[in-house]
């Protein structure tokens, strides 16, 4: 057995196979421009036009509903400050800032686009907290909503905790809202297009390999955006999907062309698209299995833990997904932790990749208010369909070894 082992899934997937398979053709054999008119061209928007429509079946919404993105990062930044634009371009200069409701743990491309608005005076936002196990508070987002609210954008799953966020008890809240927001004594108050504010935006890049349900119309969400490279497909594409057509709520962010519907210009990835779609389609049909399996690896690294070291706290609640287990290892540093496991040839993280270079307890569990000694040596784990047993039990044997004085 290979004496490596990946235990940093939420970070990435290899990407599988098939997938790379399905890409081949479309690097040297199907490589025309799908904006050309000629047949090079119309074989590769052939392509597109199928991954899109793959796509879009999947999570019930149009054809002309899914934006391709290089990533969830720029998909994240296109509905934060493209609803953000199209309100301030609607409602003028001198209207009263748009609104916009996050939460404390959201991944860093929500946060930071968020704090941009802030700083540069574009927009106002409200970052609901969380409660001990990781749960945005619901009450709090009832309490923001507000006639200048453009966008609530909750996490469907925490991507350092693996914690399931009440997505559709949110999604409740918001369109008891807009329902009051037509009723005769209130409707005066608003412009036509004010009234399909806010947008319900979530990031479901950790929850479409693990969750059964992702259907925005069974979500009740308006927008969510989802990634490649969490789902065993290929690096440098991602999706903004929508329940809504983008040219209503959204500007375009990327300039110089008319390419995805004119809300994003660049000439498309149409391997990676290909391998997006595919890679989507197979997580999905075999979610069960994968569910079952990451929920077994899981376990035997829990119970090795545990019994290695009784001290090691488990800051992952119910609900959660079985691919993502957090623990704490008070007594070590964070720094240690990972040189330790490393040493091992055991890949982890302490939280998401996008921060990892900056070296420091994650800013999720901070906002959980966990004590310092838990914070300060916090391990994600993350697990894929890749990992075998022998892999996991082969972790639990170098856990003494790794947590040894």
Same mark, same amino acid.
């Given at each position: 057995?290979?004496?490596?082992v990946?235990?940093?899934?939420?970070?990435?997937?290899?990407?599988? +196979?098939?997938?790379v398979?399905s890409?081949? +053709?479309? !690097?040297s054999?199907?490589?025309?421009?799908?904006?050309?008119?000629h047949?090079?061209?119309?074989?590769? =928007?052939?392509?597109?036009?199928m991954?899109?429509?793959?796509?879009?079946?999947?999570f019930?919404?149009?054809?002309?509903?899914?934006?391709?993105?290089?990533?969830?990062?720029?998909?994240?930044?296109?509905?934060?400050?493209?609803?953000?634009?199209?309100?301030?371009?609607?409602?003028?200069?001198?209207?009263?800032?748009?609104?916009?409701?996050? /939460?404390?743990?959201?991944?860093?491309?929500?946060?930071?686009a968020?704090?941009?608005? *802030? =700083?540069?005076?574009?927009?106002?936002?409200?970052?609901?907290?969380?409660?001990?196990?990781?749960?945005?508070?619901?009450?709090?987002?009832?309490?923001?909503?507000?006639?200048?609210?453009?966008?609530?954008?909750?996490?469907?799953?925490?991507?350092?905790?693996?914690?399931? %966020?009440?997505?559709e008890?949110?999604?409740?809240?918001?369109?008891? !809202?807009?329902?009051?927001?037509?009723?005769?004594?209130?409707?005066?108050?608003?412009?036509?297009?004010?009234?399909?504010?806010?947008?319900?935006?979530?990031d479901?890049? =950790?929850?479409?390999?693990?969750?059964?349900?992702?259907?925005?119309?069974?979500l009740?969400?308006?927008?969510?955006?989802?990634?490649?490279?969490?789902?065993?497909?290929?690096?440098?594409?991602?999706?903004?999907i929508?329940?809504?057509?983008?040219?209503?709520?959204?500007? +375009?962010?990327?300039?110089?062309?008319? %390419? $995805?519907?004119?809300?994003?210009a660049?000439?498309?990835?149409?391997?990676?698209?290909?391998?997006?779609?595919?890679?989507?389609k197979?997580?999905?049909?075999?979610?069960? =299995?994968?569910?079952?399996?990451?929920? $077994?690896?899981?376990?035997?690294?829990?119970?090795?833990?545990? /019994? /290695?070291?009784?001290r090691?706290v488990?800051?992952?609640?119910?609900?959660?997904? /079985?691919?993502?287990?957090?623990?704490?290892?008070?007594? !070590?540093?964070?720094? *240690?932790?990972?040189?330790?496991?490393?040493?091992?040839?055991i890949?982890?993280?302490?939280?998401?990749?996008?921060?990892?270079?900056?070296?420091g307890?994650?800013?999720?569990?901070?906002?959980?208010?966990?004590? *310092?000694?838990?914070?300060?040596?916090?391990?994600?784990?993350? !697990?894929?369909?890749?990992?075998?047993?022998?892999?996991?039990?082969?972790?639990? *044997?170098?856990? +003494?070894?790794?947590?040894?004085?």
């Amino acid at each position: 057995m290979d004496t490596r082992v990946y235990l940093d899934c939420a970070a990435s997937t290899p990407v599988d +196979p098939r997938v790379v398979a399905s890409m081949e +053709p479309y !690097f040297s054999a199907i490589f025309g421009n799908p904006g050309s008119v000629h047949a090079f061209g119309r074989e590769a =928007q052939a392509a597109l036009d199928m991954g899109r429509q793959n796509i879009a079946r999947l999570f019930g919404v149009d054809f002309g509903n899914v934006v391709f993105t290089s990533s969830a990062t720029e998909a994240n930044n296109l509905i934060i400050q493209g609803a953000v634009k199209m309100y301030r371009k609607e409602q003028g200069p001198d209207h009263e800032l748009p609104h916009i409701i996050t /939460s404390s743990i959201e991944h860093e491309s929500i946060l930071e686009a968020c704090r941009d608005l *802030e =700083q540069n005076s574009l927009a106002t936002v409200t970052y609901a907290p969380v409660n001990k196990e990781g749960f945005v508070d619901v009450a709090v987002i009832a309490g923001s909503l507000r006639k200048e609210t453009v966008l609530v954008s909750i996490m469907y799953v925490n991507n350092v905790t693996g914690a399931i %966020q009440p997505v559709e008890e949110i999604s409740k809240i918001i369109k008891g !809202f807009k329902s009051d927001k037509l009723s005769p004594r209130h409707q005066s108050r608003y412009s036509p297009k004010e009234l399909m504010y806010p947008i319900f935006h979530s990031d479901a890049a =950790q929850a479409i390999h693990c969750l059964e349900k992702i259907g925005l119309y069974d979500l009740g969400m308006d927008a969510v955006t989802v990634s490649s490279h969490k789902i065993y497909g290929p690096k440098g594409a991602g999706a903004l999907i929508a329940g809504f057509s983008f040219g209503i709520g959204i500007a +375009p962010m990327i300039m110089g062309g008319m %390419q $995805e519907f004119g809300m994003r210009a660049s000439t498309q990835d149409v391997p990676g698209i290909v391998g997006f779609s595919d890679a989507l389609k197979f997580v999905r049909e075999e979610l069960v =299995q994968e569910k079952k399996h990451t929920k $077994e690896l899981k376990n035997i690294l829990v119970k090795g833990i545990i /019994s /290695s070291y009784p001290r090691a706290v488990i800051n992952s609640c119910e609900p959660c997904i /079985s691919s993502v287990c957090n623990i704490s290892f008070p007594g !070590f540093g964070l720094e *240690e932790l990972l040189y330790r496991f490393d040493q091992q040839g055991i890949a982890v993280a302490a939280g998401s990749a996008c921060s990892a270079k900056v070296l420091g307890p994650s800013h999720v569990l901070v906002a959980m208010g966990l004590d *310092e000694p838990l914070t300060t040596s916090a391990i994600r784990f993350s !697990f894929g369909k890749f990992i075998t047993r022998e892999a996991m039990h082969y972790c639990v *044997e170098r856990i +003494p070894l790794i947590l040894a004085r």
